[in-house]
């Protein structure tokens, strides 16, 4: 098979004597990938040693890999599931981590429709704060001078919930930025952000969207870059301002912060920031009213150097729109992490959004990787664990499947993730995130699988038994050029009695109905983000769902393996799907969604 090898080059010279601290770090890192793997596993497996989650391995103080592989299960959520519950009902004994529990981090994939709890110590704060203090003195080796200006990034907290016995349960980065760490952070000139704590520290969307992208209007000369962690939370700040700018001009030229910012430490501090000026309000008209958005980055901060936005993995379907609205700015992936563990950076972040690569950095965890190959795939059961491959193991150009053991306790769990080796820096290798296993549907922070969409389709079908009809097929796609994008389910019915089908009023409530059996990480952002728009029901003509078989085959399906894609993409498939359409149905309301969950 050729490969196109991605060799990295030394990292240099740094811009500054912290960063040359940073470079060596990561030189010191991936030079030296298998010792410090070995060193980390030998760490976490002494540190963890009397937890019962591993004595029942019967280690016996083994901290060697050869061991650990020959005897810990391989796992995934539902196996630990048993054991995080006793931690959330309040059990204080050392079940994964022999350190105390400081909090539980809210993943964004879900387990039973509920987002996964992921337990966590108090000094992985730390090892997250080292991964991001990597960050810009990669950045400024590409792009100088970022020193001179600030970075404006959307960052948004989430609501946080408790269990039963008293843990705080959130995201990982609302626990970060609520950190001392964060909040306390010591000045560095490369990493002046434009937002105030304040504005990012408040749980109302809306409220901190407003006073963030006010604080950016007002800085708007002095922004290098602008960002947010996805790219679709870049793009829904662009809609904001598309929605809103009529009123951050008022604010702006009367000097007064509009009523509906409402939050007392938002209103303090941007009482010092924002000053009158009808220039700036009149320059922000100017540029708003005529409903052209092409290139708005770019004319509204003139001097953004590049998009810092993750547009890999799912994030790839925004690239078209932030180019349209950024005049195609480089977009620079800078890091890949997730609530379970931080796992590495981009040492290149200048290139095209396809050749990006994310070298993973052995301090942060102990990895291990399956090799997926969808037509050999490697069987792992829990009563013979498998010898799986290391980071100092991997071939160039093939795939393979993320297994993480981390201080926190998780050992040999999945993460879920398909990564690709393109290359090297020193030891390391550089991986092109190619997907996450079974995510059928992802607007924003959402993760939607076969199963949920399936027991979605289930349950509103039900409103149709009145109506003798039935879904016979049906088929999903995520719509991101609406903004927010949404779910859009094609379904095919079968009216026993054409003359008393189901009404427009029955199809919305349908579409209603299968958002309330979505798992909570969607409602929340359809109803506390507003990250996605109301679901859409597009009704096919009968016989659309035979159509696409005989297109599949035509184009080369076998005819006894034809399966019905549950998702589509491809421009053909969706002309047929969208020429076939004969009505088409909107949630009518906002599906339920509280901070509480269920433990
Ligand atoms: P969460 O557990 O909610 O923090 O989500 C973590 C997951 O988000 C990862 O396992 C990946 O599937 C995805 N993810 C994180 N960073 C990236 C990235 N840079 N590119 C693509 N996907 C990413």
Redesign the pocket.
């Known amino acids: 098979m050729a490969v196109d090898t991605i060799t990295s080059s030394p990292l240099g010279p740094p811009a500054c004597e912290k960063d040359a601290k940073a470079l060596q770090f990561i030189e010191e890192m991936t030079k030296n990938c298998d010792l410090v793997q070995e060193n980390v596993l030998s760490e976490i497996l002494s540190q963890n040693a009397d937890t019962e989650y591993l004595q029942q391995f019967g280690l016996d103080g083994a901290t060697d890999r050869e061991t650990f592989k020959s005897k810990v299960p391989v796992v995934g959520y539902e196996d630990l599931q048993p054991y995080i519950q006793r931690i959330a009902n309040g059990d204080r004994s050392k079940i994964l981590s022999s350190h105390p529990i400081s909090e539980f981090l809210t993943?964004?994939?879900t387990s039973a429709g509920e987002r996964k709890l992921m337990p966590t110590i108090a000094e992985e704060m730390n090892r997250r704060q080292k991964l991001y203090s990597l960050l810009m003195p990669v950045m400024n080796l590409y792009v100088p001078g970022l020193d001179k200006g600030k970075g404006l990034y959307f960052y948004f907290i989430k609501a946080e919930t408790k269990t039963p016995s008293g843990l705080v349960a959130r995201?990982?980065l609302t626990s970060y930025y609520k950190s001392q760490q964060f909040k306390t952070r010591p000045f560095d000139p490369y990493n002046v952000l434009t937002s105030p704590n304040e504005t990012i520290l408040c749980v109302d969307s809306f409220q901190s969207m407003y006073s963030q992208m006010l604080c950016g209007l007002i800085y708007r000369e002095e922004v290098l870059r602008c960002g947010a962690v996805f790219a679709s939370g870049l793009v829904r700040a662009i809609k904001f301002l598309q929605l809103h700018w009529q009123q951050l001009a008022f604010d702006i030229e009367s000097g007064s912060l509009n009523s509906k910012i409402t939050d007392p430490a938002i209103r303090e501090c941007m009482s010092k920031i924002l000053k009158p000026s009808q220039d700036l309000a009149r320059f922000i008209r100017e540029e708003c009213c005529e409903g052209n958005w092409e290139g708005i980055i770019t004319r509204i901060w003139p001097n953004t150097k590049y998009l810092d936005v993750?547009v890999?993995?799912?994030?790839a379907q925004y690239i078209p729109i932030l180019d349209y609205y950024s005049n195609n700015l480089p977009k620079t992936?800078t890091?890949?992490?997730?609530?379970?563990c931080y796992f590495g950076l981009n040492l290149t972040p200048m290139v095209k959004p396809s050749e990006v690569c994310?070298t993973i950095m052995p301090n942060m965890g102990y990895f291990e990787f399956i090799p997926h190959d969808p037509t050999n795939p490697m069987t792992i059961s829990r009563d013979s664990p498998p010898h799986l491959l290391d980071l100092a193991d991997l071939e160039l150009g093939k795939e393979y499947e993320l297994v993480i053991s981390t201080y926190s306790g998780l050992s040999r769990y999945r993460?879920?993730?398909i990564l690709q080796v393109k290359g090297f820096h020193n030891c390391a290798p550089m991986f092109k995130?190619i997907r996450?296993k079974n995510v059928l549907l992802s607007i924003d922070?959402d993760k939607t699988d076969e199963t949920e969409l399936q027991t979605a389709v289930e349950n509103a079908s039900e409103l149709l038994k009145e109506f003798n009809t039935t879904v016979v097929e049906y088929t999903s796609y995520g719509d991101t050029k609406t903004i927010p994008g949404h779910y859009v389910i094609y379904w095919e019915l079968l009216m026993k009695d054409p003359g008393y089908g189901p009404t427009d009023d029955v199809l919305d409530r349908c579409c209603l109905a299968m958002e309330e059996c979505l798992n909570s990480v969607y409602r929340q952002s359809r109803v506390a983000d507003q990250s996605i728009g109301p679901l859409e029901i597009r009704i096919v003509k009968s016989g659309t769902f035979e159509e696409l078989m005989d297109y599949a085959i035509s184009r080369g399906a076998s005819i006894n393996q034809y399966k019905v894609p549950r998702c589509v993409s491809f421009t053909p498939i969706m002309e047929l799907l969208d020429s076939r359409v004969v009505s088409t149905h909107f949630s009518p309301a906002a599906p339920t969604w509280t901070s509480e969950r269920r433990f």
């Open positions: 993943s964004s994939g995201p990982v993750i890999t993995g799912a994030m992936c890091m890949y992490a997730s609530s379970e994310y993460v879920g993730d995130f996450r922070a």
